[in-house]
């Protein structure tokens, strides 16, 4: 009886778990294959030193833009840097309307997110390492900081400068 | 018995290296004024307190050691040698006070890379740097490239016989006119004509390839100053990659080869003697070895398939090459690439070319193209002697500006500095070993040091240990002053200690 019963009962919760793992590990697979929820952000050095397994795939790349936009109609070079190297991104001029600021002294460039090819070395370029962009997002707005100083610099310089003065009168009565 | 040297001796240095000194600290009013007119006041601070150290120590040298001697050849090659390290810690004051080095120690290797020309940089944040300190990294490469105490010698002395034993101790051993000050003098026109033409033909082609005019100009004025003094330094962390431009890159290779030219052919070919380009031997040399070492690299990239295609092959890796050759530095792909993607016959190729270097008389570091000749013609004079009967006279010449007679002094001058520069290269690799590095990126990253070229393959880092930077450090000293003005420095040590 026990053994018939439990030979009974067993069977239905088996199925149920089995479906719900299923249902489960599908939901994964749908969500880990749209990248607009979870697609990985490469960092530089991951792409630089692991080039020849991303060449020609579609990756995520995100940074703060630096030095300038360089537009070369009807695309552009935006350099994006990510803390650890800068790499060039080739976009078309409407995927970087939004782009207002390039890091510079004194400058925080724009964070974006690239969604594009990576190339490890691009035919069309040269052999340059770079990604051609698909999509470009700003994530942050870059801004401009006032310049600054060190008061304890300001001090030192205007003590340097006495000595100066006064090294320079010591020799004037020397020379006299 | 060793001499010690007395104290008239070290008046006499302190007193000429004080004058150099002086002339370098007037170099800081130009990245300081830079600095004001583009509105950074915290980096012109940085400059004026640089400035004004230099100008105490400077006056307080010629004051206190105040003499009317001339100098003699021991005290010419210390002053030298000794100016080079101080020029070294005083132009490390303002990059130091940016905030963009990490210690005094990679300020310091920052300054000796640029006043020698090398390239190498531990900067860190480079893309935020001011504009200030970006000019002021390119111009230390302007002022060692015609060498510091050139400056001196043109623009602060009125004339003494002790110049031409300061200008040789600067690894200028050859006098383009009967004067040395008017050598000197020549050499800064030469430079700052092709400074002009050179910052105008970049600056268009930036203009060109998309940036904003000022930052063309500025950067094509950095880019000339560190490609015809063959340094390496760029505005960008990416170097020559920043700029995605194939114009770019070949109007750096034309400066680059220029700067690799002799300052005495430079005056040859204004004075219209324009055959000498194909009959001088360091010209021939330097082609040759080119395109030797050339093929050694591309066979190393196409054996590797590093490039999708020829155009793709020649662009990146004749650059990397001429660039090394030129002892330039500039770079158009990661250093990380030349360790994983470049095979290790590529990278040997890019070596040699490395160790090989440019011209004499020139901006340039390493063995140079005049001693490989020479090497190459007593070579082929000894194969002759084998060859011919025994009675035959063997007589082998070479044509530098004028016609010569291969001389065994000659040979053996050459072949003496080319064993110092392969010790100085092997010295490196075994620092670079020592600490954990593989054997070629080790040998590869010491050569770029010594011949003062400014490569990496990843190696130079602000995260090295400190030692390895102290060696570079030397090596680019070492390098750029070809060894007879630190042997000096290093006699005039021991002689203070042993001497009687």
């Known amino acids: 009886m026990r053994a018939a019963v439990g030979a009974g009962l067993k069977p239905a919760p088996t199925t149920a778990l089995l479906l719900a793992a299923a249902a489960i590990m599908l939901g994964l697979l749908f969500f880990i294959n749209s990248e607009d929820c979870f697609a990985q952000v490469l960092s530089s050095t991951e792409l630089i030193n692991s080039a020849k397994q991303y060449d020609g795939q579609e990756v995520v790349y995100q940074g703060e833009v ?20 800068a790499i060039g991104i080739w976009a078309g001029l409407s995927l970087i ?12 460039g724009d964070i974006i997110e690239v969604i594009g090819v990576f190339h490890r070395a691009c035919l069309e370029h040269g052999g340059d390492l770079d990604i051609h962009a698909a999509n470009v997002t700003l994530k942050e707005g870059g801004k401009k900081s006032l310049d600054c100083f060190d008061s304890g610099e300001v001090t030192t310089a205007a003590l340097l400068l006495g000595v100066l003065v006064l090294i320079w009168i010591l020799n004037q009565l020397r020379g006299k | 018995m060793i001499l010690k040297p007395q104290l008239k001796d070290a008046k006499i240095i302190g007193y000429y290296l004080g004058k150099v000194i002086l002339g370098l600290a007037f170099t800081m009013l130009v990245p300081a004024l830079m600095g004001l007119a583009k509105a950074e006041i915290g980096p012109a601070l940085d400059f004026f307190t640089g400035l004004e150290i230099s100008l105490i120590l400077g006056l307080l040298l010629t004051w206190t050691c105040f003499v009317e001697v ?90 003494f016989s ?13 006098k383009i006119l009967p004067n040395v000050i008017e050598t000197s003098r020549f050499i800064w026109l030469v430079s700052l004509v092709y400074l002009v033409l050179g910052t105008l033909a970049l600056g268009a082609a930036g203009i060109s390839g998309g940036m904003r005019p000022f930052n063309a100009f500025f950067h094509g004025a950095c880019l000339f100053m560190a490609a015809f003094d063959t340094g390496g330094f760029a505005p960008q962390s990416q170097n020559i990659l920043y700029y995605h431009n194939t114009i770019f890159e070949l109007i750096t290779i034309v400066i680059m080869v220029l700067g690799a030219i002799n300052f005495k052919l430079h005056y040859h070919i204004w004075m219209g003697n324009r055959k000498e380009i194909i009959r001088n031997i360091e010209m021939v040399t330097l082609f040759v070895t080119i395109g030797a070492t050339f093929l050694i690299t591309a066979a190393g990239l196409a054996q590797a398939n590093v490039y999708p295609g020829a155009i793709a092959l020649f662009r990146k890796g004749f650059y990397q090459l001429i660039s090394g050759h030129t002892g330039t530095g500039f770079q158009t792909i990661y250093a990380a690439q030349f360790s994983l993607e470049w095979s290790q016959l590529a990278l040997t190729g890019v070596i040699c070319a490395m160790a090989l270097g440019g011209a004499v008389c020139s901006t340039t570091g390493a063995i140079k193209m005049l001693r490989v000749g020479i090497i190459f013609k007593a070579l082929a004079e000894d194969i002759k002697r084998i060859i ?113």
């Open chain 2, 388 to 500: 011919l009967p025994e009675k035959a006279i063997v007589v082998q010449k070479f044509h530098h500006i004028k016609t010569m007679f291969l001389e065994d002094k000659l040979v053996r001058a050459a072949l003496l500095i080319t064993l110092a520069y392969i010790v100085l290269y092997g010295l490196g690799t075994l620092v670079g070993v020592y600490y954990g590095y593989p054997f070629l990126n080790s040998l590869f990253e010491s050569t770029s040091a010594a011949a003062n070229v400014g490569l990496s393959c990843g190696i130079t880092q602000a995260g090295m240990p400190a030692a390895l930077k102290a060696t570079y450090i030397f090596q680019m000293w070492a390098g750029r002053l070809e060894f007879m003005s630190v042997f000096t420095l290093i006699g005039f040590f021991i002689a203070v200690v042993k001497g009687k």
């Open chain 2, 70 to 159: 001339d100098l003699n050849w021991m005290q010419g090659m210390i002053v030298v040698s000794l100016s080079w390290l101080v020029a070294m810690a005083l132009g490390a004051i303002p990059l130091y006070l940016s905030g963009h080095w990490a210690s005094f120690l990679d300020a310091c290797f920052d300054s000796m890379s640029g006043f020698a020309t090398t390239g190498l940089t531990l900067a860190q944040d480079l893309d935020h740097l001011s504009f200030a300190h970006n000019l002021w990294r390119h111009l230390i490469m302007f002022i060692g490239g015609q060498g510091i105490v050139i400056i001196a010698i043109s623009f602060f002395v009125k004339g």
């Open chain 1, 66 to 85: 630096v030095g300038e936009v360089m537009r070369r109609p009807p695309h552009a070079w935006v350099n994006v840097h990510d803390g650890l190297n």
């Open chain 2, 162 to 174: 002790g110049a031409f034993k300061m200008y040789v101790g600067e690894a200028r051993d050859e």
């Open chain 1, 97 to 108: 309307q939004d782009i207002t600021y390039a890091g510079a002294y004194q400058v925080r």
